[in-house]
T-cell receptor, first 115, second 112 residues
């Protein structure tokens, strides 16, 4: 089955700096890579996703890149703000490829943005 | 408001006492799933359902049951809870054929 590795497990940055979180996946059939943000006491919330036919996607201060050959994808947050502090999860899925749209998650990154 | 709701949000129970955690979505999604979240392990899938009356096991199904009698509801049943089922549980739903999964607020379960 799919295995997703996520690094780092914790990341502390100063407000205004950039933050980068990296993930690798093992199953070359995976074709959908979402990123979720989980704030304290809440469920994961989708912040951006990328599909395997795209190399990069941006949404304001957030961007995701995908390297299918190397099987890795990254989340980039620019101009970080204290409200960006949360746990971030990457995930991989082979949606449409079978009967289960299961998301295989990385173990999460605790991002702290210091004012 | 489009959402996934779970109840209860917090539950403390004793070993062996049957319990049900409810999950409901108002987005007419075909796909629903349960995950558990444990420190250092991330989120792992317990069961999923592609549509009404269609359910199947995820990665960690032991000790759990589910049912899908209506499209909007997907309850998680623990027939005889044990302490190793102490965890944070999330229900999620998705429109079939789309990747985005929407998560509920979570249910924190403690089994003593």
């Amino acid at each position: 089955g799919e295995n997703v590795e996520q690094h780092p497990s914790t990341l502390s940055v100063q407000e205004g700096d950039s933050a980068v979180i990296k993930c690798t996946y093992s199953d070359s059939a995976s074709n959908y890579f979402p990123w979720y943000k989980q704030e304290l006491g809440k469920g994961p919330q989708l912040i951006i996703d990328i599909r395997s036919n795209v190399g990069e996607k941006k949404d304001q201060r957030i961007a995701v890149t995908l390297n299918k050959t190397a099987k890795h994808f990254s989340l980039h947050i620019t101009e970080t703000q204290p409200e960006d502090s949360a746990v971030y999860f990457c995930a991989a899925s082979n949606y449409g490829g079978g009967s289960n749209y299961k998301l295989t998650f990385g173990k999460g990154t605790l991002l702290t943005v210091n004012p | 408001e489009a959402q996934v709701t779970q109840n209860p949000r917090y539950l403390i129970t004793v070993t062996g006492k049957k319990l049900t955690v409810t999950c409901s979505q108002n987005m007419n999604h075909e796909y629903m799933s349960w995950y558990r979240q444990d420190p250092g392990l991330g989120l792992r899938q317990i069961y999923y359902s592609m549509n009404v009356e269609v359910t199947d096991k995820g990665d960690v199904p032991e000790g759990y049951k589910v049912s899908r009698k209506e499209k909007r509801n997907f309850p998680l049943i623990l027939e005889s809870p044990s302490p190793n089922q102490t965890s944070l549980y999330f229900c999620a739903s998705s429109l079939r054929g789309r990747g985005e999964q929407y998560f509920g607020p979570g249910t924190r379960l403690t089994v003593t």
